[in-house]
């Protein structure tokens, strides 16, 4: 089986796994089917088939896996919401299309050689940085929940961490490919400029209070060190780092000890102060609701 049948029949079990979770969520407030919630399911899977068309005649031999990936965990994410509330879901639809578009056009663009992204790799790096320090501006940036992600421009509001983690990844692709021999024999001085940027990035992300993106970024990082140097030393150093940062942040940070706190014990029998409103309520009715 070639690569885009074999990413075909994939998206195929995707398409049938998100019918029957509509299907299934209209069947538990309706104790029916109902035609328009499996559309959803259908302009979904159209939606991936369409990039899946793009992708077999743009890159023929790319990885099988990512794009039935992509689709599984945004099938997941569509699903919670339309539970929620269908009219999110159509928005979030809309969303979809945007970004698989998006992706098509990349991959026009893209398709005879991706490997010139690579002269602008420290662009990238730098404009990721940019793009995280935006949120903490004090008139683009809001805060929600205690953690600063949004910007907000006129009707337009967006988290720039979302495009940020593109541009480290293209970032980290270019550096680390151009590096990987002299990295692996671990030579300190070519570890400047990576984590030069690196640092900053995850500075940024602590000050946003947004860890849970700088876990994931983190994590990205190691494996692709790992994949360019094959040494686990690093990795297991980088683990042993983040570990020691994140003991560290927890005793500093209020809004990070408090989330630790609401996912080891999100209920409690008796009442707790509930800095939303100021009252003492159980926890499942304040901050871990």
């Not at 021999?181 to 500075?203: H, N, S, T, Y």
Request: proline share 3%; glycine share 8%; hydrophobic share 55%.
């Amino acid at each position: 089986m070639t690569y885009r049948n074999r990413e075909l029949a994939n998206l195929v079990v995707v398409g049938v796994l998100t019918a029957l979770g509509f299907a299934s969520v209209y069947i538990a407030r309706q104790e029916v089917v109902s035609t328009a919630s499996l559309s959803y399911a259908g302009f979904f899977f159209a939606l991936y088939l369409a990039a899946h068309l793009v992708a077999r005649l743009t890159v023929p031999y790319a990885d099988p896996y990512l794009l039935p990936m992509a689709a599984l965990l945004t099938a997941i994410g569509l699903t919670e919401i339309y539970r929620l509330n269908p009219t999110d879901a159509f928005r979030q639809g809309l969303w979809i299309v945007v970004a698989l578009a998006a992706f098509a056009i990349t991959l026009f663009l893209l398709q005879h050689d991706y490997r010139r992204l690579e002269s602008y790799k420290y662009l990238f790096g730098l404009g990721a940085i940019a793009l995280l320090i935006l949120p903490a501006l004090p008139v683009l940036g809001t805060s929600v929940n205690g953690a600063r992600l949004w910007v907000h421009v006129g009707s337009l509001q967006f988290q720039p961490g979302e495009l940020a983690k593109i541009f480290l990844i293209v970032f980290l692709a270019g550096y680390l490919r151009e590096k990987r021999e002299v990295l692996a024999q671990g030579r300190l001085k070519d570890f400047g400029p990576l984590l030069l940027i690196w640092g900053g990035a995850m500075l940024v992300l602590i000050e946003t209070n947004d860890l849970g993106s700088a876990l994931l970024y983190f994590g990205i990082f190691l494996a692709m060190l790992y994949v360019a140097t094959g040494r686990a030393l690093y990795v297991a150093l980088g683990t042993g780092l983040f570990v020691a940062g994140a003991f560290a942040v927890y005793h500093m940070v209020e809004h990070v000890r408090e989330r630790i706190t609401i996912w080891l014990h999100p209920w409690t029998d008796h009442a707790v102060y509930c800095a939303i409103n100021g009252k003492m309520l159980p926890r499942q009715d304040c901050a871990s609701y």
